[in-house]
């Protein structure tokens, strides 16, 4: 049952003791005012003094059965023998007539009450057995949302989470049954070590979550370990567990006894289990550590499904303002963390091999779409990232390069972006598979031409068709001469080479004019056109075309 349910468990069937004295007062104050109403509507002979049992319901499902008994009697006394049949003509009730009122009064109250009771101690029960383990009796998660259960100070908190490493190993060579011994005199050994309002409980097989004032955090941490590093013995046998600890701190008893707020101590509990540590102290690093390890996870799932796609940023042709490459740029569309950029995800996927499955998938789909843009009469070039890791490893280049040699017929339409640092870092190791590549048709550039600004001492080595020029310079043209003729000279000797220049990062008029003069083939930039999705980049081709041709 989730805490919703347990929650009006607890508000619907049980009454606080706040509840009951606010009743009791008010029944003491409802009681009189029904004799008064009835008297007024000149006795028990109109039908007002029904409205008694009302009072005398609530009482019982308040009060239980002693409250609702004794409510029933009081009231059968008020509208006994002291009220009248008729007011006006002072005619009196006869015996068996409010005699039998005060009887069914007194009995409604008294049943109304008991089922209450009933009701309410099997709700206690209910409560009990789901804020404990039903197979080793201790308290579990479901405690955090039964409040009557928890006792608060108000000292700030130190909370824990305690891994078991070895749980597996214990159940498998001794059984669940011992292991539930185990976990039992664990929150013995736990519950004794511990201050007497601190808070323990079982999360599930292999982990307790733990809420202690916070006193002297770093030798309380060192007592709980020391506590466990001593043998466990049960029914004469001794047993040693591995376990890991975190914790963090909470300013809070009331808002740490929540089971979100144990986030951070599962963090700096898995961290620890990781790096073979006995305990942890959460920090923000490790946080960052598990959203990676999470994110990669993720992606996993995305490759298999469809949460990724492309996006197609257009370059153009200065001279002639048309739109005939395109760039393919990598998007996430992640179910919980929203829409992620490359720059989100690609720098961690790159230390991993997913960089190889993520650069077939592009690829896949870069030359579906050349195929799909060519049944438009759209003879267009797309432009895709590849990693060096892609480059470097012998069973990715023969991997990718089947895939290039059984599409043939778009082959030419296909260019490898590489980083520029990077390239000049591996070029020895990597100028071999980039010209077999060459040689089956695939063309290649140079991505962030400039930024490591080592790079014109190897331009003539570069096995490539294209440079695209870093937006670092891009971004001081419009204020910047020198930067001007720095570019200018740049783009003369790319040519002079036989090299294509692509200016990245155009925002403006003004810089796009200032790259026109400079002779540069293409510009790409926001002020032309941002990452346009793929189902829409063939309309955007044609409305392009339409402008063009007017």
Sequence with gaps: MNSGKLNKLQTFLIATDKHRTWFVLFTIFILPSMYILVYLTDGTKNVYAHLTYIIIVFAGATL?????????????????????????????????????????FTFLGGLIGYITDTLRKSARIVLDLMCHNSETGLPNV???????????????????????NNFDKIIDLMGLEVYYSLLRRIYEILRDGLPETALI????????????????????IKKITAILKEGITIENVEYYIEFSLGYTFALNQKQSYRPGAFEKSDHAARYAQKNNLQYMLYRDDIKRGIFEAKLLA???????????????????HLKTDKYDYLEALIRWDHPERGLLMPNDFIPL???????????????????????????????????????????????????????????????????????????????????????????????????????????????????????????????????????????????????ALNYRVVIEGVEDETTAAIAK??????????????????????????????????
């Design 349 to 495: 996927i790159e230390e991993t091999q997913l960089i190889h499955e993520l650069t077939e998938w592009v690829l896949r789909r870069v030359i579906e779409k050349i195929r799909e843009l060519r049944k438009e009469n759209y003879d267009v070039t797309i432009s895709l990232n590849i990693s060096v890791k892609n480059i470097l490893d012998k069973n990715v280049v023969r991997r990718l390069a089947e895939i290039i040699d059984n599409n043939r017929d778009v082959v030419n339409n296909i260019e490898f972006e590489i980083m520029e640092t990077i390239l000049m870092e591996t070029i020895d190791d990597t100028l071999e598979t980039i010209e077999m590549y060459r040689n089956l048709g695939v063309a290649f550039a140079i991505d962030d031409f400039g930024k490591g600004y080592s790079s014109l001492l190897y331009l003539h080595r570069l096995p490539v068709e294209c440079v695209k020029i870093d937006r670092g310079f891009t971004r001081n043209l419009t204020h910047d001469e020198a930067s001007q003729k720095i570019l200018q000279m740049v783009i003369r000797l790319c040519h």
């Design 201 to 220: 409980v079982q999360c599930n097989n292999n982990k307790f979550w733990m809420a202690t004032p916070l006193e002297r955090p770093e030798e309380d």
């Design 298 to 316: 993720d992606f996993t799932r995305a490759l298999a499904g469809d949460e990724l796609f492309l996006a197609y940023q257009p370059k153009v």
């Design 142 to 164: 479901n405690l955090l949302n039964n409040p009557d259960a928890l006792s608060y100070d108000e000292r700030n908190q130190m909370l824990i989470t305690l891994l078991i």
């Design 517 to 550: 003069n400079l002779e540069s083939d293409y510009a790409q930039g926001f002020y032309f056109a941002r990452p346009i999705e793929c189902g829409k980049i063939l309309d955007w081709l044609k409305n392009k075309n339409r402008e063009t041709s007017a």
């Design 64 to 104: 239980g059965f002693f409250g609702g008994l004794i409510t029933g009697l009081a009231a059968g006394i008020m509208l006994g023998p002291f009220m009248p049949l008729d007011v006006a003509n002072q005619i009196p009730q006869t015996f068996l007539n409010w005699s039998f009122r005060m009887l069914m």
